[in-house]
């Protein structure tokens, strides 16, 4: 399923990530669609995507309802919530906070996972790869400003600005469709970031670390490292190298571009072997 406009979601309350996440990274455990079951080395389809986050307080994701709460062989404890036309389930979970019925907004816990959290998305009934409702609920979050320079959940400044910004509807579009890929061949090895790009990202961290950027405020979910005005420009050139990979990858791998680059741009880039 690729995302339209119609299928964004709208929240009064905001928008928050599943769960905060820890100092370490969060990976995926199993992935959606077809598997390989790692003892009997089955094919089987998973209709879902499962983090191996153990005991960990999961939020609400924005303005929604709580439509059933119940428990199955495959996935235990079971909590799912409707977001306008979505609903959104999480599998073996500990504990459950809110109810059947029960009115939720963004960022108010709701359970609490077991040893692992199972997630399921659907649109309008229709199931989708839950890394994809994620990735659009990502972009909503940089949509959202907050006072001080930081964002629910999201991990954007207002403040920030690039050289992209004059395209930045047309690539939050683009990245709703080819972030989840992008991700996954990255992940994959399919693609490599330039070593440049590699290189740049490490000396801005270390410049970052050397002048004390980091915790410089309370530590949030939407600002996990607690930077503050002063990382500003650094954190400039940080975006503005992500995006810039972001677009080279959809030249190389896709074949997409920009609208406003110009033929001359595309042809040569074709030509690269």
Known sequence: MEYTV?????????????????EEDVTLSLGYGEQTHPVTG???????IDFPVSHRLLAALAS????????????GICQTIRYGKYEVTYGHLANVYA?????????????????????????????LDPLEFLTMLYGNLKAVGLP??????????????TRYDKDRQEIETLMLRFLPRYLDDLRHGLYASPQRTEQSLRNLFTQAAARNYFFETMPSMGNPLGIGSRALPLACKVQELLIADFLDY???????????????????SANKP
Do not use: N, W
């Open 42 to 48: 089955e094919k089987f389809f998973h209709h879902g």
């Open 99 to 127: 109810g059947f019925g029960q009115s939720v907004q963004a960022g108010e816990p709701v359970a609490l996972s077991g040893r692992l959290l199972h997630m399921e998305v659907k649109f309008d009934g229709e199931e």
């Open 250 to 268: 959809l030249a190389s791998r896709q074949g997409v571009f920009l609208s406003t680059v110009d033929d001359a741009v595309k042809k040569k």
């Open 64 to 75: 929604g309802t709580v439509t059933a709460v119940g428990s199955d062989r495959t996935h």
């Open 6 to 22: 119609e299928m964004i979601l709208r929240s009064p309350s905001g928008y928050c990530m599943p769960f905060e996440e820890t």
């Open 148 to 161: 001080d320079g930081q964002m629910q959940g999201g991990l954007e400044a207002p403040g920030i600005r």
